[in-house]
């Protein structure tokens, strides 16, 4: 291979590079590519970058010969993965929304979003089933924990994914959870802002409330609001993070001494489910749910999008007289 230059895309706005080669390349190791930018060997318009640097439309992206350079067969899109019929069905129902650029899911309580230790079964192994005929995979911009339900984003494109990366680093995404809790928050409503940080303990790794001073810490954010309570044992709470800090909620709603119903990796179990079992039918069941999110569309605009609860906890709001409206059906407005 002789030294070629390419274009970056429209769809390929703000990818880094090492995801931009990984896509056009696949054959090409990270050390390998880190190495060419070292060498200065892998320029973007002439300048000197590294593997991170965020691409634009219209760079050009120099391209030195490749060390084992893939074969035109080796550089094509992957095949698809084969997924169980019954499987991709069940998991196309969840689709809240739908077009050439983003796709949202109603992720149900108790999927995990990627593998891990003891995990094999997760949403990022069957996205191959959320094709729709494209020829790219969608793409992951943003988790859900495993036992928390509700709206979760996918791109379609790689270049879709690094816009809507973006938008959630920089905050420009509006996300609003219920949760139940066991207690009732004074005062009913409110702005957390309590600085967390990951610590190991006895019961593994967890977040926890950091001094401000701690340079381990890091700033977390939440407005809370009580839509509505069963006496003074458990409410129906809103809670809009504004940061995205691991086990953010979770933790916050601890130190509003309302830990959410079920989470027996943070509350006290005199706190939390003991509660549960005062309460004839409910669940004790992780009762977190992403309830929407709205975020600017990448072809312009706004997408909001709503999912409804899953079960455990419609059954728990039927137990508790709690009424919640159904979801509304996404839209995207001014465009």
């Known amino acids: 291979m002789t030294v070629a230059t390419r274009l970056v895309t429209e769809d390929e706005a703000d990818i880094r590079l090492d995801r931009w080669f990984r896509r056009h390349f696949p054959g090409l190791p990270q050390s390998a590519l880190q190495k060419l930018c070292r060498t200065g060997q892998v320029r973007v318009d002439g300048h000197r970058v590294e593997a991170a640097t965020r691409l634009a439309p219209g760079q050009a992206v120099r391209i030195p010969p490749l060390p084992a350079a893939p074969t035109a067969q080796a550089a094509s899109k992957p095949a698809m993965a084969a997924i169980d019929p019954g499987v991709a069905k069940d998991l196309q129902q969840l689709v809240l929304y739908r077009d050439d650029q983003v796709i949202a899911i109603n992720k149900p309580h108790g999927l995990p979003v990627q593998g891990g230790p003891g995990i094999s079964r997760h949403l990022d192994g069957l996205l191959d089933a959320l094709r729709f005929g494209s020829e790219d995979r969608p793409r992951l911009v943003h988790r859900l924990d495993r036992d928390t339900s509700g709206v979760l984003l996918l791109a379609r494109t790689p270049g879709v994914a690094a816009r809507l990366a973006a938008a959630f680093r920089g905050r420009d995404v509006e996300k609003t959870y219920w949760a139940v809790v066991a207690g009732r928050p004074v005062p009913v409503e409110g702005r957390l802002d309590l600085p967390l940080k990951r610590v190991n303990g006895a019961r593994g790794e967890r977040t926890d409330i950091a001094d401000r001073d701690d340079p381990d810490a890091a700033r977390a954010i939440t407005d809370f609001r009580t839509l509505d309570h069963a006496a003074r044992k458990l409410a129906w709470l809103e809670l809009k993070p504004l940061t995205g800090r691991t086990h953010q909620l979770r933790v916050h709603c601890v130190a509003l001494r309302a830990p959410i119903l079920g989470d027996v990796k943070y509350a006290r179990p005199d706190q939390n489910n003991a509660f549960a ?59």
């Open 277 to 335: 079992a005062t309460v004839e039918g409910l669940s004790t069941e992780l009762h977190l749910h992403a309830r929407a999110v709205r975020l600017p569309h990448p072809a312009g605009g706004t997408l909001l999008v709503e999912a409804d609860l899953p079960p455990h906890m419609q059954a728990t709001f039927r137990t508790l007289g709690f009424h919640a409206s159904a979801a509304r059906p996404a839209r995207r407005e001014g465009r």
